[in-house]
């Protein structure tokens, strides 16, 4: 199959309010010439977005959405779909919580579960039967984690989820190998966003920290992946590696220097 063009077409971002939702859409309108149509719950900083895509030439939509929601899920389908043709989709809306899984609190479990997993397989079905119907090549873009590779003591929660997220996005490709559409799974390290701040870990997995990226470049990398249709794409030669490793290793082993990592920065909270 071509590599997917997005030049003039609309891509559906959800969390597009900040970190790497933000970036990439900014990148598509930049590097990529789409028309992102900008998902999140903070209509001030869609809109602020909105108007920073206008001046680079595009066209953008906004919803705001909250992706625990079934409506508002069946609402950004129908919105992204129903007025004009959809040529891709960025699901991207993710949240975390660092601590003893026993301390996250229902609410936010619930939350957690909603957004990275329920909301993913959602939308993922929707996605993929339109452009399984459509038959012109759509792309699917599943933003995962290196957080999916290996259990995560402290983020346990989290880690399940995404592990969830890459096995469902891998199977998901598989499944539609020979149709006009791909689905790729994202995983990165480490990003340097408000996620890592909000979660208290910043102090330790900031910018300076080798396995944390920018998240311009990390961006960059991510939509490279899902305009080649990689099925599964793990940014960065450090990562990689990590990667790799966390395969070949004991998954045991691999568990305990997670949470032992983490440690250090859990009793400050
Ligand atoms: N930062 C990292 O180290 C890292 C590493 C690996 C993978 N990731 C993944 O990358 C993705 C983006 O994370 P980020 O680092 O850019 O974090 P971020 O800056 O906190 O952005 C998260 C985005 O998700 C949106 N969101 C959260 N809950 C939502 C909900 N219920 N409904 C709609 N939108 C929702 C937020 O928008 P609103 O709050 O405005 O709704 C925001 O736009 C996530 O899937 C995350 O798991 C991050």
Sequence with gaps: MKNLDLSNKRVLVTGASSGLGLEMARQLARDHKAHPILV??????????????????????????????????????AE??????????????????????VEQGRESVDGLIATNVTAVVDLSLRYVSYFKQRGDGGGLLLVSSMASLQPMPYQ??????????TSFGQALAEEHAGD???????????????MIESAGMSEKYNKDHPMVMAVEPCARLALGAFVRRDRVYV?????KLTALSSKLAPMSLVTKLVARDYRDVLPKR
Aim: proline share 4%; aromatic share 6%.
């Design 40 to 77: 999140a719950r903070r209509r001030d900083r869609l809109a602020d977005l909105a108007k920073e895509l206008e001046q680079l030439g595009a066209s953008p939509e906004l919803i705001a959405a909250d992706m625990t929601r079934a409506d508002d899920r069946a609402r950004v389908f």
């Design 80 to 101: 992204t779909t129903e007025r004009a043709p959809l040529a891709a989709a960025i699901l991207n809306a993710g949240v975390t919580f660092f601590g003893r899984a």
């Design 156 to 165: 346990a929660t989290y880690g399940a989820s995404k592990a969830f997220v």
């Design 180 to 194: 006009a559409l791909s689905v790729t799974t994202f995983c990165p390290g480490g990003i340097a966003t408000d």
């Design 235 to 239: 940014p960065g030669a450090l990562n």
